[in-house]
């Protein structure tokens, strides 16, 4: 059975849901496939790219994780992630009040100099507490340590991390 045309998208995703790479599959007389991600094929392109956390030969590191074996290094930032949200969230005085729990998903860069940038956040939320979910979700953000940056191919590069912070009581 010959297709004509089938456009399917598809996501690509570490385990945080947010490290999407956009995948377009095109079938007809002949399979092409595009993506959303730029190329990067030398090792000057890592230059100003910004890599995916799922993708990246050398995560960027909290400090307490520097000594862990490289194998689990992943598991540690993770871990350690956990313990900055739970630690630093405080849960919206007025939401709570009403009983109201939301999801937050975050995605931000990790800076060549370890610093976290470009933080930006969302959710399905349509009530009037999404903006208090969301701006209590950047705040934690913007209190993560600055890290040990991360490298590829022996350089060190920008990193792109996303991470669902739920809100629930």
């Known amino acids: 059975i010959q297709m004509r045309t089938l456009i ?12 999407a790479q956009k995948i377009e599959v095109v079938e007809s007389n002949i399979n092409t496939i595009k993506t959303s991600e730029p190329k990067l094929d030398r090792e000057d392109d890592y230059e100003d790219a910004t890599v995916p956390f799922s993708i990246v030969e050398q995560i960027p590191l909290f400090i307490s994780c520097k000594n862990v074996e ?6 540690c930032f993770q ?10 969230l405080k849960y919206p005085k007025k939401a709570k009040e009403n009983n109201i729990q939301s999801k937050i998903f975050t995605t931000f860069d990790i800076d060549e100099n370890g610093k976290v940038t470009n933080i930006q956040v969302r959710s399905k939320n ?9 701006e209590e979700a950047k705040r934690i953000i913007n209190e993560l340590p600055n890290f040990i940056p991360a490298t590829q191919r022996g350089k060190i590069v920008k990193v792109t991390y996303g991470i669902p912070i739920t809100f629930k009581l």
Do not use: D, G, V
């Open 70 to 75: 490289k194998t689990n290094q992943r598991e």
């Open 79 to 88: 871990e350690e992630m956990k313990k900055h949200i739970e630690k630093h």
């Open 8 to 19: 399917l998208f598809l996501f690509i995703s570490s385990f945080t849901f947010l490290q």
């Open 126 to 134: 349509t009530t009037e507490y999404k903006i208090l979910f969301e």
